[in-house]
């Protein structure tokens, strides 16, 4: 098994390149659809949340108002490492679960968002940065999303810089052209992921 981990700023790029490198083969893990479900009504996770940050976070219908947990968590860095506190190892103990059962050929690729915020480049064997500048990253979190510009300059304030991440990165994605050109720049990497899967499977010697 090859192990991938996939990460950049927000809106830099990972979904659609996890979606493209899913389209030719990869086993995709998604750490920010693992961080939804630990929160799902009914869960430990929810409870925790609610314990730590009131009943104001819950909707009427009892799930997590996540806009509000949003805006309260990305203004103060104090409520955010709380939060993670409580998200970051239920994400953790799921991730390894899906691991494990990830068959033994297979290219598993985990998007995280937080790789180098939480020092996890050493769980994988190769870790591929999507780069853009974060003018790119405001526009395309306007234009898709719709999310206002101080709402995504401070999610950003709360992730590393591109830097810190490019110097952990072993490929690195420039996502600042069109999707013709990430299709081309997935393409190269998925070559560069399968000749490397293949190199660790060689017996030694
Ligand atoms: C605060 C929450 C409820 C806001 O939910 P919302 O639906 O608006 O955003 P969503 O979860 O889809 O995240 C979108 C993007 O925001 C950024 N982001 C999310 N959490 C964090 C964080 N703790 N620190 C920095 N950036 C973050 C990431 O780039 C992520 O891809 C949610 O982001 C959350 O529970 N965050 C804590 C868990 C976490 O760290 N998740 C991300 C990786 S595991
Ligand atoms: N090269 C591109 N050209 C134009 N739009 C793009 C390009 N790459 C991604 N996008 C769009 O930009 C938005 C953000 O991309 P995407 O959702 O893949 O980012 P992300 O890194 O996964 O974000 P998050 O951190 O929030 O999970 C999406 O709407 C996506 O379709």
């Known amino acids: 098994m090859l192990k991938v981990g996939l990460t950049g700023g927000i809106g830099s790029g990972k979904s659609a390149v996890a979606a493209r490198l899913a389209a030719r083969g990869a086993v995709v893990v998604d750490a920010d659809r693992l961080a939804r479900e630990a929160v799902e009504p009914g869960t430990p996770g929810l409870a925790a949340v609610v314990t730590e940050f009131g009943p104001g976070v819950l909707r009427p219908d009892g799930s997590l108002d996540r806009p509000a947990l949003g805006e309260i968590v990305f203004a103060d860095p104090e409520r955010l490492a709380a939060l993670n506190a409580i998200v970051h190892p239920l994400v953790g103990e799921r ?10 050929d297979a290219i598993v690729v985990y998007d995280v968002p937080l790789l180098v915020e939480n020092d996890l480049a050493g769980l994988y064997d190769l870790v591929v940065v999507v780069d853009v500048p974060v003018e790119v990253q405001l ?3 306007a234009d898709d999303r719709g999310m206002g510009e101080e709402q995504a300059r401070a999610r950003i304030a709360a992730q590393a810089g591109r830097e810190r991440r490019r110097a952990v990165a072993d490929l690195v ?15 190269a990497v998925w070559e560069r992921l399968v000749e490397r899967a293949g190199a660790g499977a060689r017996p030694a010697g």
Not at 95 to 104: I, N
Not at 173 to 187: K, P
Request: charged fraction near 40%; aromatic fraction near 0%; proline fraction near 7%.
């Open 95 to 104: 991730s390894r679960e899906l691991m494990e059962a990830a068959p033994p």
């Open 139 to 141: 526009r395309r979190l």
């Open 173 to 187: 994605i420039d996502n600042s052209g069109g999707l013709d050109e990430l299709d081309e720049r997935v393409a």
